[in-house]
Every structure is written in structure tokens, then in C-alpha cells.
């Protein structure tokens, strides 16, 4: 009879017991996925450097990780990702909003492989940092939008999703649709773009339903 | 199997409370207590069983020697399971003639007597020395006929010796009632000695015929009519010469029973009725009848017989017969002296106590002393093991396809 009561305590207890997983975020090895950060404005110009503050020095920025809920698995290119969100409900969940300082370098004339390193270096800070401690079960896309707002401002509204200002983008990427428990190895994350002058795409990115804007 | 222990039926004993000590030291009290040891004891000595204990089932072994040892083992080594007292027992072994070949001398030496009487001419001592009117009956009941026939004839003697004409006629018409020879001893004797034999023997020849309609109580009963036995079996009718005649009937398992009768007229109805026999009688009867026939042996008068002769109130016969390859056990269950059960089994000899312990199960079950083992299905055992089985099997099933839950950290 004990021996009874000991399994079923022990099965109780494995019961209760999570396998924790981790996911870690990647822009690539080579910071191939930081496209959405390197967008230049009509004029040429970074969309960050427009950020520079007056005396120079880093940009501050911070990172806004949502995860964004889908309503199904649709494909991984931009396009087929605002086709399938404008007949799905695609929207932010506000409960796993995560904001970081993340302090960007100022890469004003800079050549885009240059300013690409230089990012890179900058957002190896946040290694090590998490981002959610138990992804949601469904699935979902990981977008990380580079805003001037604060942290302390975005937090202000913790159960409703403001939308980020797009006068205050400065870069975006986002992660292929993912079940982040089901996934074996790093989610990478990336910019779908063709060509640098792509401000308009992370206005597009950073918006709260990845509705597309002419 | 328990294979579990099979339980009993309720013995047939009564359950009367007993004080075994008593309350006070008085005489009432202590004669309750020696009235109580008394009466144990006489359990006891009489074979019967003491009340709550196991029912005692004899067993007698037959055949092969070789079955023996595995019976003996069971029985003394007590290695078998069943919930009986099992007492091995032995054939009854035939008595000798002791009781009849007495009487017969006794006889012989009362003739001797009365014919020295009679050569000294002491006629009343030579009808004393013959000995009383119940002899007659007794040594024809008991098949003596050419001897009665000789008391006959020195009877006839004795009185003609005393001039007794009309005592010497009728003792010697009996001879003729009973259809018995003149005895050789007549040609010692005076020439008027065997006159009066022949004419009295002619009287009681010439009498009238009674048909005699005998019945028994107990059957079927072997009929003797003046000691020639085996002249029917009862019921059954008989003719018999007007006058005193003796009968005895002789049943297996019964005491034999006689009686003197006086024919007269057309008819007469006699019926007897017999007690059980002692277990000696009954021993002796089946030594008689069965001791010399092995095929028999289980026959339902034979074990009858053996379970009276070993006051064995359960008792089981066991007959191993050897075979090219083992033996055949034949087991016979005897229950108050009827057949309740048989059976029948085959064995290699290595397997021959394992197989005498399943013969004597299977005639204990059949003859309701013991109770068959409960089906798997009612058994606590099976249904715990079942659980027991579903639980490991759905603990096994749960731990194979269970998986763990997955919480996943998202972090760079």
C-alpha cells in the first residue's frame, strides 16, 4: 500500500514537472536578419541617423519585442504574411509585450556592411536577455520593432497595445511564423526587403496588424 | 490456487456447549465432570470424531505394492492439502474357525457321553449328557444336520433304553419332519433302536405339507430351512413337512437371524427382520464373500462390508493397477456405507502421490465432503491481480504515451 502511494505521489509530481525549453533569438551570424534596422529614408539617409541626438553619440532606442498572434500558419514571405492578416485576426498579445533599452549606434554615413557590424556589436548587449518565460502554445510571429519611444512610455498601458508612432521607427524584423514550443533550434529573425530605401516597410512591420500601407 | 484452501461442509456433529470445569467443588458437580470425562472417553474408544475437528476419511490401498509408500506419505507425512484427517487401514484378515469347531467338539463329546451311559444302562444320564431341547435348533441353524441326526438317534436310544415307546416315536419322527438320513451310528445299536427309527422316520415323512412364505426386512437374504443353506432367496416360499422346523435368513452387512417354527395347516407366513452386523460379523462376511476375488473388491457389497469391518464411516478405496507405463488408479469414495463417488485416473509412477492426492480430491468433492476450489473469477486473488495487472499496464500505457508539458524561454 505504501508503495502505492509513493508511485502515485511520484507520478503526481512528474505530472506537475515542465520540460523547460529555450529559444534564443538570432539575427543571424553574420546580423543578416538586421536589414529592417539598415531602412533608409527617401533622402538616402538611415532612418536611424535621423535619430542621432544633436551632441551625437548613440541613438536611444528601445526594443520592442510582440509576439503577434496569427490564427493559422501562413507562409513566411511578407507578402503572404499581410495577405493571410488581412482575413485572420492577426493582432498583438499585449501580455507578452517585452521592452528593452537597447541603445543604438549612430551609423551616419557609414557604409550598410559597416553599420551592420556596428548594430550588430550594439545588440550583443541583449544576449542572455529574456524575452518570455513560457511562449504562447499557438502560433505566432516574434517581431522586434526599434522605437525612440521609452519603455516607461509603452509601459504605461500594460493591457492594451498602443500602437508604436511610426515618426519614431527606427528598424523592425520579424520571425517566420513559428509554434515556439514545437521548434527545434534558434528563431531567426529577419527584414523581408529588396532594396534599402525600405522605411515604408517597417512602418508596414511595426504596425499593430501588419496591414499593408501603400 | 490456490490455489487457496477449499473449504468444508458442516460436519455432521452436533455442537452442544460443554462446561468443562465446574463451578463448585459439590458432589452434583463432580459427578457432571466424571459424567463428561466418561462420556469423552467413550468418544474416544468408540471412533468418534471429537466436535469441530476435521472429518477423518480411511483409506485403503489395493493393487500395486508400490502405491503403497505414496498413500503412507501422504497420510503420515500429512502432506496433503485437503482439509481431512486421512487414516490408512488395512484388509480385514480372515478369523479362524474357533467359536463353531469348539461347539462341534462340545457335541461330539456329549455323544461320546450318552453312549457310555447307555453301555452302562444309565438310560436318564445318557438323555442328560444330550443336552437341552435348544441344542437341536442351534446345530441345524448352524448347517449341522448329519450331527443333529445323531442326537436324534442316541435320543431314540436313550428312551427306548428307559422304555419310553411313544417319546422314542416322535423324537425319531423329527427325523423324517426334518428330511434327515439315519446316522451310520444305528448299527451299534440294539435291532429295536432302528426299528423305531424307521418307523418314526417313515411317520414324520408321510405328514402333510405347509407351504412356508418367507420375507426378510433386508434383502437380498440367503434362506436355510433345517441347515440346508442357500434353499432361496427372501421373499421367496418354501414346502415343509408339518411340524418344528428351523429357518435362517443371512444378509451381507446383517446378523443372521433364525427361527423355530411349527408348521401346520396349509400356510404359514414368516417374516423376519435382522440387526446390522457388528464389524466383526461384517469382516467376517466379506472375508467370506470378497476376499478371494480382487474384481469385486469395489463391488457396492464389498465396500459395505470393509466400511462396517473398519468402522470407517468415509472411507475410500484405492486400486492401483500397474500398466506398461505407470498405473491406472481406480478410486472408489464409501459414505456411510454406500458408494458416493468413483473415479479414475492414469499416472506415470513419478507422479503417483501428486495423482493419489487428485484421486482422493476428486472423491471427497463428489461426495460432498469437500468443496470444489472456487472458480478463478471468485476468487479475491484473481480480481486483486487484475487490478493489479490494470494499473501497472495503465501506469505502463500512461508513462508511454504521456508527454511531459513543454514550457519554452524565449531570450537572445
Same mark, same amino acid.
Given at each position: 500500500?505504501?508503495?502505492?502511494?509513493?508511485?502515485?505521489?511520484?507520478?503526481?509530481?512528474?505530472?506537475?514537472?515542465?520540460?523547460?525549453?529555450?529559444?534564443?533569438?538570432?539575427?543571424?551570424?553574420?546580423?543578416?536578419?538586421?536589414?529592417?534596422?539598415?531602412?533608409?529614408?527617401?533622402?538616402?539617409?538611415?532612418?536611424?541617423?535621423?535619430?542621432?541626438?544633436?551632441?551625437?553619440?548613440?541613438?536611444?532606442?528601445?526594443?520592442?519585442?510582440?509576439?503577434?498572434?496569427?490564427?493559422?500558419?501562413?507562409?513566411?514571405?511578407?507578402?503572404?504574411?499581410?495577405?493571410?492578416?488581412?482575413?485572420?485576426?492577426?493582432?498583438?498579445?499585449?501580455?507578452?509585450?517585452?521592452?528593452?533599452?537597447?541603445?543604438?549606434?549612430?551609423?551616419?554615413?557609414?557604409?550598410?556592411?559597416?553599420?551592420?557590424?556596428?548594430?550588430?556589436?550594439?545588440?550583443?548587449?541583449?544576449?542572455?536577455?529574456?524575452?518570455?518565460?513560457?511562449?504562447?502554445?499557438?502560433?505566432?510571429?516574434?517581431?522586434?520593432?526599434?522605437?525612440?519611444?521609452?519603455?516607461?512610455?509603452?509601459?504605461?498601458?500594460?493591457?492594451?497595445?498602443?500602437?508604436?508612432?511610426?515618426?519614431?521607427?527606427?528598424?523592425?524584423?520579424?520571425?517566420?511564423?513559428?509554434?515556439?514550443?514545437?521548434?527545434?533550434?534558434?528563431?531567426?529573425?529577419?527584414?523581408?526587403?529588396?532594396?534599402?530605401?525600405?522605411?515604408?516597410?517597417?512602418?508596414?512591420?511595426?504596425?499593430?496588424?501588419?496591414?499593408?500601407?501603400? | 490456487?490456490?490455489?487457496?484452501?477449499?473449504?468444508?461442509?458442516?460436519?455432521?456433529?452436533?455442537?452442544?456447549?460443554?462446561?468443562?470445569?465446574?463451578?463448585?467443588?459439590?458432589?452434583?458437580?463432580?459427578?457432571?465432570?466424571?459424567?463428561?470425562?466418561?462420556?469423552?472417553?467413550?468418544?474416544?474408544?468408540?471412533?468418534?470424531?471429537?466436535?469441530?475437528?476435521?472429518?477423518?476419511?480411511?483409506?485403503?490401498?489395493?493393487?500395486?505394492?508400490?502405491?503403497?509408500?505414496?498413500?503412507?506419505?501422504?497420510?503420515?507425512?500429512?502432506?496433503?492439502?485437503?482439509?481431512?484427517?486421512?487414516?490408512?487401514?488395512?484388509?480385514?484378515?480372515?478369523?479362524?474357525?474357533?467359536?463353531?469347531?469348539?461347539?462341534?467338539?462340545?457335541?461330539?463329546?456329549?455323544?461320546?457321553?450318552?453312549?457310555?451311559?447307555?453301555?452302562?444302562?444309565?438310560?436318564?444320564?445318557?438323555?442328560?449328557?444330550?443336552?437341552?431341547?435348544?441344542?437341536?435348533?442351534?446345530?441345524?441353524?448352524?448347517?449341522?444336520?448329519?450331527?443333529?441326526?445323531?442326537?436324534?438317534?442316541?435320543?431314540?436310544?436313550?428312551?427306548?433304553?428307559? /422304555?419310553? $415307546?411313544?417319546? %422314542?416315536?416322535?423324537?425319531?419322527?423329527? &427325523?423324517? *419332519?426334518?428330511?434327515?438320513?439315519? @446316522? #451310520?451310528? =444305528?448299527?451299534?445299536?440294539?435291532?429295536?433302536?432302528?426299528?423305531?427309527?424307521?418307523? /418314526?422316520? $417313515?411317520?414324520? %415323512?408321510?405328514?402333510?405339507?405347509?407351504? &412356508?412364505? *418367507?420375507?426378510?426386512?433386508?434383502? @437380498? #437374504?440367503? =434362506?436355510?430351512?433345517?441347515?440346508?443353506?442357500?434353499?432361496?432367496?427372501?421373499?421367496?416360499?418354501? $414346502?415343509?413337512?408339518?411340524?418344528?422346523?428351523?429357518?435362517?435368513?443371512?444378509?451381507?452387512?446383517?446378523?443372521?437371524?433364525?427361527?423355530?417354527?411349527?408348521?401346520?395347516?396349509?400356510?404359514?407366513?414368516?417374516?423376519?427382520?435382522?440387526?446390522?452386523?457388528?464389524?466383526?460379523?461384517?469382516?467376517?462376511?466379506?472375508?467370506?464373500?470378497?476376499?478371494?476375488?480382487?474384481?469385486?473388491?469395489?463391488?457396492?457389497?464389498?465396500?459395505?462390508?470393509?466400511?462396517?469391518?473398519?468402522?470407517?464411516?468415509?472411507?475410500?478405496?484405492?486400486?492401483?493397477?500397474?500398466?506398461?507405463?505407470?498405473?491406472?488408479?481406480?478410486?472408489?469414495?464409501?459414505?456411510?456405507?454406500?458408494?458416493?463417488?468413483?473415479?479414475?485416473?492414469?499416472?506415470?509412477?513419478?507422479?503417483?502421490?501428486?495423482?493419489?492426492?487428485?484421486?482422493?480430491?476428486?472423491?471427497?468433492?463428489?461426495?460432498?465432503?469437500?468443496?470444489?476450489?472456487?472458480?478463478?473469477?471468485?476468487?479475491?486473488?484473481?480480481?486483486?491481480?487484475?487490478?493489479?495487472?490494470?494499473?501497472?499496464?495503465?501506469?505502463?500505457?500512461?508513462?508511454?504515451?504521456?508527454?511531459?508539458?513543454?514550457?519554452?524561454?524565449?531570450?537572445?
Amino acid at each position: 500500500m505504501r508503495r502505492l502511494v509513493l508511485g502515485a505521489l511520484a507520478l503526481a509530481l512528474l505530472a506537475g514537472c515542465h520540460e523547460v525549453r529555450q529559444v534564443r533569438l538570432t539575427f543571424g551570424e553574420e546580423g543578416e536578419g538586421l536589414d529592417g534596422f539598415l531602412c533608409r529614408e527617401d533622402d538616402g539617409s538611415y532612418l536611424l541617423t535621423g535619430a542621432v541626438p544633436p551632441g551625437g553619440g548613440p541613438v536611444p532606442a528601445s526594443l520592442v519585442i510582440d509576439f503577434v498572434r496569427l490564427g493559422g500558419l501562413p507562409g513566411c514571405r511578407s507578402g503572404q504574411l499581410i495577405r493571410w492578416c488581412t482575413d485572420h485576426d492577426c493582432a498583438v498579445m499585449p501580455e507578452h509585450r517585452v521592452c528593452l533599452p537597447a541603445p543604438l549606434p549612430d551609423i551616419t554615413g557609414l557604409p550598410r556592411a559597416e553599420a551592420r557590424e556596428q548594430i550588430r556589436e550594439a545588440l550583443r548587449s541583449l544576449s542572455g536577455a529574456t524575452v518570455a518565460s513560457k511562449a504562447p502554445e499557438e502560433f505566432i510571429i516574434v517581431r522586434i520593432t526599434a522605437t525612440l519611444q521609452t519603455c516607461d512610455a509603452l509601459a504605461a498601458s500594460p493591457t492594451t497595445v498602443e500602437p508604436l508612432k511610426e515618426e519614431e521607427l527606427v528598424g523592425c524584423a520579424y520571425s517566420c511564423p513559428a509554434l515556439l514550443d514545437a521548434i527545434e533550434g534558434d528563431v531567426y529573425l529577419g527584414f523581408d526587403t529588396l532594396t534599402e530605401q525600405c522605411a515604408q516597410g517597417v512602418r508596414v512591420c511595426a504596425s499593430g496588424d501588419l496591414r499593408w500601407r501603400p | 490456487m490456490s490455489n487457496s484452501s477449499p473449504s468444508l461442509y458442516p460436519p455432521a456433529v452436533s455442537h452442544h456447549p460443554t462446561r468443562l470445569l465446574p463451578s463448585t467443588g459439590s458432589p452434583a458437580s463432580l459427578a457432571r465432570l466424571l459424567s463428561l470425562l466418561l462420556g469423552l472417553l467413550a468418544g474416544t474408544a468408540s471412533g468418534t470424531e471429537p466436535v469441530g475437528s476435521l472429518p477423518t476419511v480411511t483409506i485403503l490401498v489395493m493393487g500395486a505394492p508400490e502405491a503403497q509408500p505414496a498413500v503412507q506419505a501422504l497420510v503420515e507425512e500429512r502432506r496433503t492439502r485437503l482439509p481431512v484427517t486421512l487414516r490408512l487401514a488395512a484388509l480385514p484378515s480372515p478369523t479362524g474357525e474357533t467359536g463353531n469347531g469348539r461347539e462341534l467338539l462340545g457335541l461330539e463329546r456329549q455323544l461320546q457321553e450318552a453312549r457310555r451311559h447307555y453301555i452302562d444302562a444309565e438310560f436318564a444320564s445318557c438323555l442328560q449328557s444330550l443336552g437341552h431341547e435348544g441344542v437341536l435348533p442351534e446345530t441345524l441353524s448352524a448347517g449341522h444336520r448329519q450331527l443333529v441326526a445323531r442326537l436324534l438317534l442316541w435320543r431314540v436310544a436313550c428312551h427306548v433304553g428307559m /422304555g419310553q $415307546e411313544k417319546a %422314542a416315536h416322535a423324537v425319531a419322527e423329527e &427325523l423324517g *419332519i426334518l428330511g434327515l438320513e439315519i @446316522p #451310520a451310528d =444305528v448299527g451299534v445299536l440294539p435291532p429295536e433302536v432302528g426299528r423305531m427309527m424307521v418307523r /418314526g422316520a $417313515e411317520a414324520g %415323512a408321510a405328514r402333510a405339507r405347509t407351504m &412356508l412364505r *418367507i420375507t426378510s426386512d433386508f434383502g @437380498p #437374504a440367503r =434362506v436355510s430351512l433345517d441347515g440346508r443353506s442357500g434353499v432361496c432367496l427372501a421373499p421367496c416360499s418354501l $414346502e415343509a413337512r408339518e411340524g418344528r422346523h428351523v429357518i435362517r435368513v443371512d444378509a451381507e452387512g446383517r446378523q443372521p437371524a433364525v427361527q423355530i417354527i411349527a408348521a401346520r395347516g396349509p400356510e404359514l407366513e414368516v417374516a423376519f427382520t435382522t440387526l446390522p452386523a457388528t464389524p466383526e460379523l461384517a469382516a467376517s462376511q466379506w472375508t467370506a464373500h470378497y476376499a478371494g476375488s480382487s474384481a469385486a473388491l469395489d463391488s457396492t457389497g464389498s465396500l459395505s462390508l470393509l466400511a462396517s469391518a473398519l468402522r470407517a464411516p468415509r472411507l475410500v478405496l484405492l486400486n492401483a493397477e500397474p500398466e506398461q507405463e505407470g498405473y491406472r488408479l481406480r478410486g472408489t469414495f464409501t459414505l456411510d456405507g454406500r458408494v458416493a463417488a468413483r473415479t479414475e485416473r492414469r499416472t506415470a509412477p513419478k507422479a503417483l502421490e501428486e495423482t493419489v492426492e487428485g484421486v482422493l480430491r476428486d472423491l471427497l468433492i463428489q461426495g460432498r465432503i469437500v468443496e470444489p476450489a472456487p472458480a478463478l473469477y471468485q476468487r479475491r486473488d484473481f480480481w486483486i491481480a487484475v487490478g493489479v495487472v490494470a494499473v501497472v499496464a495503465g501506469a505502463s500505457t500512461a508513462a508511454l504515451l504521456w508527454k511531459q508539458p513543454v514550457r519554452t524561454e524565449v531570450g537572445f
